[in-house]
C-alpha cells in the first residue's frame, strides 16, 4: 500500500478572466499520492471553488514536503487520524 504524502504547489490563477483580468497568487497544501494526483487534485478544489478552467491556472512549483513543515491544519488533522469508519 502506498504512503500519503504532502506537497505544497505554489502558483497563479486567473480571477475574472472576462472584465478585468488580474493573476492571483496561491499556494496549496494537499495530500495524495503522487504529485500527478495532487495536481489533478489542486485543478479540482481551485476549479470548482473559483470557477476556473485548467487554462487559467498555472502551476510554478510542486514540492513534497514533511508533515512538520505543513501550514494547514486540515492536512495536520487528516495525518493525526488512524482510520475511516464508513457505515
Known amino acids: 500500500m502506498s504512503e500519503v504524502k504532502i506537497f ?12 478585468y483580468p488580474t493573476w492571483q497568487k496561491f499556494t496549496k497544501e494537499i495530500r495524495a499520492l503522487s504529485k500527478e ?4 487534485k ?5 476549479g470548482s471553488n473559483h470557477k476556473l478552467r485548467r487554462k ?4 510554478e512549483k510542486v514540492e ?3 508533515l512538520e513543515e ?7 488533522e487528516l495525518s493525526r487520524v488512524e482510520r475511516l469508519v464508513v457505515k
Open 8 to 19: 505544497r504547489i505554489q502558483g497563479r490563477m486567473l480571477i475574472s478572466h472576462d472584465r
Open 37 to 40: 494526483h495532487a495536481i489533478e
Open 42 to 46: 489542486l485543478y479540482s478544489i481551485l
Open 56 to 59: 487559467h491556472i498555472v502551476i
Open 64 to 66: 513534497e514536503i514533511p
Open 70 to 76: 505543513s501550514r494547514d491544519m486540515f492536512v495536520h
